[in-house]
């Protein structure tokens, strides 16, 4: 016999959900406090350490600030950027392929074009970079309208591909291979020239990089383009229903080849603006973003104001975690890895708790 | 006398709308129980809580005289119930044999054994089915799909089938061979119930006949003692006086023809077969049927959805056929079909109200943006003029109940003034009153010369509302007749194909005399 | 000569095993209708607990049981997310693989910090056990006895799990279950079949198997610990990439396991390749090694691209997969 039965809620109250959420938060930091005991360590202080990313107390705490943001801005980027596609319903889980593909044009450019102003140059950088990484997006895009091949496999496979391709850039010495540096016989990326550096404007000692300003106003121009264009309001419906898109008269086709471009070619411009401001490319230069990316999307529920605030949230804890690392041995920096997917299980089950309810069965018909 | 199964006081709802009210019936063992009811009348969803995919809000289920608890499709399976679902259950990758296999319990570990293959044979020869069981599912026709459908529940040695319209998908010999399984297998010892809008099908095959309306249990009657008339009136309901307004318009010329047009449905059988009719300015012309008799498929013709097969659609003396869904909505056709789940065609849950009414004219605006300023306006236009219930314009509409959303639709589809409305079910599911609204809003775009059609599911309803009503059945045209010189009882026979008027006294109907347009023109 | 082209042919399986564990543990899952990303996370939580339960039993089999049952309750989260909980089956798999590799790392670095440090192989009773078994009679063929019939016992097994895996979906009962919700949850459900059991056994014997290729992979990398190497080093992925090679086969994923193995192992070994052969494969020194490392999934590609191009349907996807199921959706 079974008394109790689920009932999908018809309405999901905004309060309620972030309510459940701020538990679920609670309850994962709960855990990773626990965690952080077993192991000798104090909970408080470490997280103490880790949200004040080593600030207190620190001469130097506008390098650590230099260091986040130098970090944020691909994972903001990113993130905004696959939103755009998954609003749309568009697995594109190709985050990290397409980096890499941006970062290696515009370290092509970066290397190869020299002698032109340093405006100049970064934005070629980042044109290069939008172009190739928004290229792959439309032949995936297009593959999945034309013949409904499986986008997430698809990208998935992206990715590893162009890993292997930026290692081998980064292993092979040749002739050709102007992406290393000369002098050594050990295979090392080179250092772009000068002119390929992200600029910044100085306040006091801290130094602002233009790609935080560069991020932050994209974040605010994808915000209106979703929200108030009609391309914006397009994906919507796509995303929502794609038979009523074309009962509207939409074509769908179009619709998702655009927005696979411009999700792309942001993440491309992502990967030119981490190039440019680390003046060197490597294999590790995505840094996990398109990985992290899903997750803060999601997290943030496709919502671009969210996703500001949740890639902010979980950089913190990343960038915190490596500063915290250094003076707790015991705790490396995959501890935030850890955390965040405690962080991010506790949310589904949250997320769940605030659509379904559970009902017993004589009170089902009040559902 | 003993019984199979007996349903007392079931009770089921969706939501706000309640599907099932205080329904009570009784499968006597041995017998063929027809249930019979117009769409939307109930009739699946009570067979689903026999079958384990909706429990009863309340009421109890005894099965040989005995209380039981139905709690999923395994617990039903047990209990000796099998259902054959209208919209086949079916792997279709799978062979016939692997499909029987799935649901057989206690029937060995390996698939293919000798032994099944041996049992499923017997069964199948035992009631005189013709199967190949290595066959594919997808390979199969549908009438062989539905021989598999049966021949599974017989496998699993359920004493209580249940069909839902099996005979929506048949050929008259392949019905005609299904019913002689049928008493097969009720000279076995089977009880069976079977769903059916036809009247002719239920007095060839039942014992007895369970009629349904609205949701509510209204009779059962003895085959025997009854005929096709009294059963319709049972099945409509008597002529209650509806006080709804039917204003008379200076029809003007046809807005919208529709000539010999042939349309497939999803599964590749003829679902609207060589229809031809007409609609004037003015004029709100109704089309009645069973539910799945092409009604749909129509619908989506017209607004350039679905292809069709064969035939002309002209739209004031213009060839609309093979247009975009965009082109043709720029011509003043507009089409809205509620579905059965209410939400699908036409709407994006998730988005506002504000943003459902530019759906289809975002474009107009200038500029890359949205005109959400006049959209808003024009949704608090909407929702003043159809007391819509909704705490504002920003209201994503999945969160309205049925009657606002469908009133949200219809006040879009009218607010870019059509020539030509099609409208599906307008009042599906709605109370009375926001029914009255929306025929309110059908009439007043009448008044204003705009030609409707008007898909609808109640007869009296559409009696009042309708200037002329076509009926069909199976996909075919049955006749168009005037809603003043007809009787529900006439037109309750030609839904059900007993009767069929078209060409009768030397006249073409649905071919309108006065076009525009010859039929050698048309063609061009 | 011939020793080098015998020990490369040993190697492919000797270090890809751990890709049909991986395989065969991801069919599974996807059989049921569940796409689950995780794999590279369920691998390494597998491998990780597997090995340290290991070293300190000195027990293989408590290892394998171990491995099994810890990435079997990865293996319960996904379920209990995606099944009960309906939550998106994407990103439950990418988090597991995020969590299970920090978890790695994260136990590793805490064990190789401790007093006692990071257990070795060789130090072990486990090493012992772990030696490699010489089938009598057909070890002894030349060439072919080296290259297929003296390996370690969790080879065979692999292969075996395969077979078997073959023969549960092909011919019995449950295994048609099975499929048949992969293919059509409704018309499973209709007939009685238990889809949430199905789905969470199945999920949760697929990841237990993975863990053991996990565990696998640690032992056959000498249980060598490296704070900056993850043991499982993309393998997980690559299995994901080989179900869709393997055309959703058990029977295939070892077919699939060699010709992916041997593009792994060519990585590593084209040189001596190249050297043993200089006439016929000396060719392969201008081929650059990433280029071997890049084509199991290049093919994988190719192989989806072309699938999908193809009208017929005898692709063997699972035609529900990556939909959760809920019963009354109507």
């Known amino acids: 016999m079974r008394k109790y039965h689920l009932v999908r809620r018809a309405d999901a109250k905004l309060k309620r959900t972030l309510l459940y959420y701020a538990i679920g938060i609670l309850a994962s930091l709960l855990i990773g406090a626990v965690i952080l005991a077993v192991l000798g360590v104090n909970p408080l202080e470490y997280f103490g350490k880790m949200f004040t990313i080593g600030l207190v107390g620190n001469k130097y705490g506008y390098r650590q600030i230099e260091g986040l943001l130098k970090n944020f801005v691909p994972l903001l980027i990113t993130s905004v950027a696959l939103s755009l596609s998954f609003k749309m319903r568009f697995w594109n889980i190709g985050g990290e392929g397409e980096f890499l593909a941006g970062a290696i044009a515009a370290s092509i450019v970066a290397f190869q074009v020299t002698g032109l102003p340093n405006f100049v140059t970064v934005l070629l950088m980042c044109l290069a970079a939008m172009i190739s990484s928004g290229l792959i997006g439309v032949a995936v895009a297009a593959l999945k309208v034309k013949f409904n091949t499986n986008e997430t496999l698809m990208t998935l496979m992206i990715n590893y591909i162009m890993l292997y391709v930026i290692k081998y850039i980064g292993e092979t010495k040749a002739d050709w291979n102007f992406f290393l540096q000369e002098e050594s016989d050990r295979p090392i990326f080179g250092t772009f020239p000068q002119s390929a550096f992200m600029g910044s404007i100085p306040i006091g000692k801290f130094s602002l990089l233009w790609s935080v300003i560069i991020a932050v106003a994209l974040t605010v121009i994808i915000y209106v383009y979703l929200k108030y264009t009609k391309h914006g309001y397009e994906i919507s419906v796509v995303g929502d229903s794609s038979a009523t898109a074309k009962y509207a008269g939409m074509s769908v086709g179009k619709i998702v080849l655009r927005t696979m471009f411009i999700s792309s070619a942001l993440i491309g411009l992502a990967a030119a603006l981490a190039v440019s401001s680390a003046g060197t490319i490597s294999d590790s230069i995505t840094n996990d973003v398109g990985w992290t990316g899903i997750i803060v999307a999601w997290l943030s529920k496709l919502n671009i104001p969210a996703v500001f605030v949740t890639s902010f949230l979980i950089e913190v804890l990343q960038y915190g975690c490596q500063i915290a690392a250094s003076q707790y041995p015991a705790i490396d920096s995959n501890y935030a890895n850890l955390l965040q997917g405690i962080i991010l299980f506790s949310v589904l089950v949250a997320d769940f708790v605030a659509n379904f309810r559970v009902v017993r069965k004589e009170d089902a018909k009040n559902a | 006398m003993e019984y199979a199964i007996e349903l007392k006081g079931i009770t089921k709802s969706f939501g706000p709308v309640a599907a099932n009210k205080n329904i009570n019936l009784a499968l006597a063992k041995g017998e063929i129980l027809a249930l019979l009811g117009e769409n939307g009348s109930g009739k699946t969803t009570l067979m689903n809580m026999l079958s384990g995919i909706y429990m009863p809000d309340s009421g109890s289920i005894f099965i040989d005289g005995k209380k039981v608890e139905i709690n999923s499709p395994e617990d039903s399976g047990k209990l000796g119930i099998g259902m054959v679902h209208q919209h086949f259950k079916l792997v279709e990758r799978f062979t016939a044999l692997e499909n029987i296999q799935i649901g057989m319990r206690d029937d060995g570990r390996f698939v293919h054994g000798k032994d099944v293959r041996k049992k499923i044979e017997d069964t199948a020869a035992k009631f005189g089915f013709d199967i190949d069981l290595d066959k594919v599912v997808a390979n199969m026709a549908v009438s062989e799909k539905q021989t598999l459908e049966i021949l599974k529940v017989l496998c699993y040695g359920a004493k209580i089938i249940i069909l839902d319209e099996p005979t929506a998908v048949l050929t008259v010999q392949e019905i005609d061979k299904l019913f002689a399984v049928l008493r097969k297998m009720r000279d076995e010892g089977h009880s069976i119930i079977i769903i059916t809008h036809k009247l002719n099908e239920v007095m060839a095959i039942s014992d007895r006949v369970t009629i349904l309306r609205h949701g509510e249990y209204i009779d059962t009657v003895v085959t025997k003692e009854t005929n096709e008339k009294t059963l319709t009136e049972l099945m409509v309901g008597r002529k209650i006086t509806l006080n709804i307004d039917r204003p008379l318009i200076e029809k003007t010329h046809p807005l919208l023809e529709i000539r010999d047009l042939t349309i497939k449905n999803d599964e590749g059988a003829v679902a609207i077969d060589h229809i031809n009719f007409y609609i004037r300015g003015g004029e709100l012309l109704g089309v009645a049927g069973i539910a799945g008799s092409g009604q749909k498929e129509l619908c989506e013709a017209i607004a350039g959805l679905r292809k069709i097969e064969s035939g002309q659609m002209i739209h004031e003396g213009e060839s609309i056929v093979g247009m975009s869904p965009k082109k043709i909505l720029e011509h003043g056709i507009s089409m809205s079909f509620i579905p059965e789940d209410r939400l699908g065609m036409g709407l994006a849950p998730s988005l506002s109200i504000t943003d459902n009414m530019i759906l289809k004219n975002y474009n107009e605006a200038t500029g890359p943006f949205v005109d959400r300023k006049s959209a808003r306006e024009e949704a608090q236009k909407v929702i003043d003029k159809l007391e819509v219930v909704t705490p504002s314009t920003e209201t994503p509409v999945r969160r309205l109940s049925g009657g606002n959303v469908q009133k949200v639709l219809l006040g879009r589809e009218i607010k870019s003034g059509p020539n030509v409305l099609i409208t599906a079910y307008p009042v599906r599911g709605l109370d009375i009153n926001s029914s009255y609204t929306i025929y309110n809003i059908l009439n007043e775009e009448k008044k204003k010369g705009t030609g409707i059609l008007f898909v609808g599911e109640d007869l009296d309803v559409m009696l009042a509302l309708c200037d002329k009503i076509m009926v069909i059945c199976h996909g075919r045209l049955q006749g168009v007749v005037n809603s003043d010189h007809t009787t529900k009882e006439e037109i309750g026979l030609m839904m059900t194909g007993t009767l069929n008027i078209v060409n009768k006294e030397g006249k073409t109907d649905g071919i309108a005399k006065d076009s525009a347009i010859t039929d050698e023109e048309g063609k061009a | ?330």
């Open chain 3, 1 to 330: 000569m011939l020793d080098i082209l015998t020990l490369f042919l040993f190697n492919i399986i000797v270090y890809n095993i751990p890709l049909l564990y991986g395989t065969t543990g991801e069919i599974m899952i996807e059989k049921s209708g569940s796409l689950n990303l995780g794999v590279e996370g369920t691998m390494a939580i597998g491998a990780v607990v597997g090995y340290l339960a290991g070293a300190r039993t000195g027990s293989l089999l408590a290892a394998c049981l171990v491995a099994f049952i810890a990435s079997g309750v990865v293996g319960l989260l996904f379920a209990f997310l995606t099944v009960t909980l309906q939550a998106n089956q994407n990103v439950t798999g990418l988090t597991i693989t995020t969590f299970g590799v920090a978890f790695y790392y994260f136990i590793g670095n805490a064990v190789a910090n401790s007093a006692a440090g990071w257990p070795s192989l060789i130090d072990t009773k486990l090493g012992s056990k772990t030696q490699a078994i010489e089938i009598p009679l057909l070890s002894k063929i030349p060439f072919i006895g080296k290259i297929l019939f003296s390996h370690m016992i969790l080879v065979y097994v692999g292969i075996i799990i395969a077979v078997l895996m073959w023969f549960y979906f092909k011919k019995t009962v449950p295994g048609l279950k099975l499929r048949a919700i992969g293919e059509n949850p409704a018309a499973a459900d209709s007939l009685g079949v238990n889809v949430a059991l199905y789905k969470y056994v199945h999920i949760i014997i697929g990841s237990g198997i993975m863990g053991i290729g996990g565990l696998y992979m640690g032992l056959n990398l000498g249980g060598t610990y490296e704070g900056s190497n993850c043991w499982i080093n993309g393998y997980g992925w690559i299995s994901i990439a080989l179900v869709i090679f393997a055309n959703w086969s058990p029977a295939k994923a070892i077919l699939g396991t060699v010709v992916f193995g041997f593009f792994n192992t060519l990585t590593v070994k084209y040189a001596d390749l190249a050297y043993a052969f200089p006439s016929a494969l000396g060719w392969l020194n201008k081929i650059p090694s990433h280029f071997f490392s890049a084509l199991p999934f290049i093919i994988t590609l190719i192989v989806l691209i072309a699938s999908s191009l193809s009208k017929k349907k005898k692709s063997g996807e699972p035609q529900a997969i990556g939909r959760n199921y809920y019963r009354e959706d109507r």
